[in-house]
């Protein structure tokens, strides 16, 4: 990958911001999502998650399997507001 | 690495790094700071990052506008050469029934007193010049400061413990602290899972875990967990008036807040009824309700989608206001905690506040009203106005 691969996609991160945030001391996705914002845009790191967790192990010396990942949370894809606050109003209608 | 030093704190949140810098910048920076993951990982980086001025109790203004002043120029403070995405988009609180409403006048009379500039809002087209899409019905007034907004925590944190480091403080991150270490009513040090490291004052800031680490010599701070959620939109071009952000709009009777964030995203929580507890799981109940509550008063933002949601803890205390317990068993040990869910914007003035006791220099606010035994005394530091 050259330095200027975009990885994270959804908030513009290249692989040398990333490259950056790990020389500067970031040992794990998280902190190197907090620092960039890499995997916080509408795909939530589906592609870029990977992409780190590689560097991470290469620099590191370890294998990918044991970057620690992020928390997987809902949504798994993006929600409509409105959807969400009909969902509550039916399920208020109901336990009425 | 070394084994001795004179000072550790405990938690490397904002309270943790703040305190790190305030005391090396008085001299003192033989510090060794111990977080038991990385910086912000715990309260600071879940919090909702609001910055308000308009506060309720003299103590609580007092704290929040000293702590923005020193947010407007953070980076240059600390020396930091990247942005802490300060966004002074301001803060519009709303009154829904007369009582609340007289309650904001006497705010806003304290926070006049110190030079804020908050002001009454009609509820005519005025109100359309701050939130154009707010749904009027049922408010009763509205109060607006400019200067408040919002602040990144991660840079925030980071600001102040690069600004420390260059000073001479050591970082310890993927740290735990098993024990503090005392001996005949003085500390000696902590126990963690890298060894024993030994010093004269241990400070933790700890936030929810704090009160468990000061039981170890007999402190008993009445500071409990509670879980808060968030849940952020996609980002979206700016919502408020003329082109700028929408301001944080606010109710505590509704018990919301709602803010646009200078990446476009709209961030947003509920104050909820939650147990005492460490749990910070998400639910899909919290997005149903939250999306409920919020749009009652901003329906134009059903559009939108939310892309994540997490939570954290509040590290409550029994009047909202923060603790800092000088220990009566152990000489030495210090806790600051219980900054009930407005940690981030206060801790810049707070660690003033600790730091100029620590060095024995004068300061204008009485440190000691923060001790618990005004929960025994009645003494209590009351706010009227948080979710």
């Known amino acids: 990958m050259a330095d200027q691969t975009i990885v994270c996609r959804c908030e513009d991160v290249t692989r040398e911001d990333i490259l950056a945030a790990i020389n500067a001391g970031c040992r794990t996705l998280d902190e190197i999502k907090r620092v960039t914002r890499a995997g916080m845009g509408p795909c939530q790191g589906r592609t870029c998650r990977n992409l780190i967790a590689q560097e991470l192990a290469k620099i590191y010396g370890i294998s990918v399997e044991d970057v620690l990942m992020p928390t997987f949370r809902a949504p798994v894809e993006p929600v409509k507001v409105g959807v969400l606050a009909q969902a509550y109003q039916e399920e208020e209608g109901e336990n009425k | ?72 120029t953070l980076e240059d403070y600390t020396g930091y050469d990247r942005s802490c995405g300060l966004n002074q988009s301001g803060y519009l609180l709303l009154a829904y029934t007369e009582k609340e409403w007289e309650q904001f006048q006497e705010n806003l009379a304290v926070q006049h007193s110190l030079g804020v500039d908050s002001f009454t809002v009609g509820l005519d087209e005025n109100i359309y010049q701050y939130v154009p899409h707010i749904n009027t019905a049922g408010l009763y007034g509205a109060t607006f400061c400019q200067k408040d907004g919002h602040a990144d925590p991660f840079h925030c944190t980071f600001a102040y413990a690069q600004g420390a480091k260059k000073m001479g403080v050591d970082i310890l991150t993927y740290t735990h602290v098993d024990q503090i270490l005392a001996e005949q009513g003085k500390v000696k040090g902590v126990l963690t899972d890298q060894g024993e490291f030994s010093a004269n004052t241990i400070i933790n800031c700890a936030g929810g875990w704090a009160p468990g680490l000061a039981a170890q010599v007999g402190d008993e701070i009445p500071v409990f967990p509670e879980r808060h959620q968030i849940m952020v939109t996609e980002p979206v071009a700016p919502l408020g008036a003329d082109g700028k952000y929408m301001p944080m709009v606010m109710s505590f009777s509704r018990k919301f807040y709602v803010q646009q964030t200078p990446h476009g995203s709209l961030i ?120």
């Not at chain 2, 008085?26 to 308000?52: F, H, M, N, Q, V």
């Not at chain 2, 999306?291 to 059903?302: G, H, M, N, R």
């Not at chain 2, 939108?304 to 317990?325: C, N, T």
């Open chain 2, 1 to 72: 690495m070394k084994k001795a030093y004179d000072v550790i704190i405990i938690g490397g949140g904002i309270v943790g790094c703040a305190v790190a810098f305030e005391l090396a910048k008085r001299g003192r920076s033989d510090i060794l700071l111990i977080d038991k993951e990385y910086l912000s990982s715990g309260a600071t980086g879940r919090c909702g990052a609001g910055i308000r001025q308009q506060w309720g109790s003299m103590l609580n203004a007092t704290l929040a506008v000293e702590s923005t002043h020193i947010f407007e």
């Open chain 2, 268 to 387: 947003m929580g509920i104050g909820e009824t939650e147990p005492i507890s460490f749990n910070i799981n998400s639910t899909w109940q919290f997005l149903e309700k939250c999306s409920k509550v919020v749009t009652d008063t901003l329906p134009a933002l059903k559009e939108l989608r939310i892309v994540r949601q997490w939570a954290g803890h509040y590290d409550m205390s029994p009047d909202r206001s923060p603790v800092i317990e000088f220990s009566p068993h152990a000489e030495g040990l210090v806790t600051i905690c219980g900054f009930s869910g407005h940690g981030f914007m206060v801790a810049p003035r707070t660690a003033i506040l600790v730091a100029n006791a620590l060095c024995g220099e004068d300061d204008s606010i009485d440190i000691k009203m923060f001790a618990s035994s005004r929960f025994q005394s009645g003494k209590l530091l009351l706010e009227p106005s948080v979710v």
